[in-house]
């Protein structure tokens, strides 16, 4: 993905990467390559908390019906829990951008091995290699 990529694409309308032979993991190149991802993301997120915004003003009325205004709750409710959820994953996104600058990104925060590019273009916030997730989802289901 190049600066030049249009911001509102889809974070995961991107062009794979394409692997070396004897590439060194989260080189440059790869770096540049998340990082892109992670900020088109972002901006494409931030995009929608705008649109909300808008939408929930130019929307907004008082309805003499109480089925209308329950609607109209309703459907801000929804809106915004959505919404909600954005924001703790830019939170996450925010983080990721912070492990690329600090050369953390890419590597599982509980063991240290790769996490590997293609999981990382399918979860980019991903901080937890397949291993690592998958027992610390055994452990979620446990714990109830």
């Known amino acids: 993905m190049t600066k030049s990529s249009k911001i509102d694409a889809s974070p995961f309308a991107f062009k794979p990467y394409q ?3 004897g590439e060194e993991y989260m080189n440059p190149n790869q770096l540049q ?3 892109a991802i992670l900020k088109n993301w ?4 931030m995009q929608e908390v705008d649109r909300t915004v808008h939408h929930m003003q130019d929307e907004a009325a008082n309805f003499p019906d109480p089925n209308d205004r329950a609607t109209q709750e309703s459907e801000f409710s929804l809106e915004l829990r959505t919404r909600d959820r954005e924001r703790k994953l830019i939170k996450k996104i925010d983080d990721s951008l912070k492990e690329i600058e600090s050369g953390d990104y890419g590597y599982c925060e509980s063991c240290g091995i790769e996490i590997g590019i293609r999981r990382l273009e399918a979860r ?3 901080n937890l290699c397949i291993d690592c997730k998958t027992l610390d989802e055994i452990r979620e289901k446990q714990m109830g």
């Open 19 to 21: 692997e070396k032979d």
């Open 33 to 35: 390559h998340f990082e």
């Open 42 to 45: 972002k901006a494409e997120l």
């Open 124 to 126: 980019p916030t991903a």
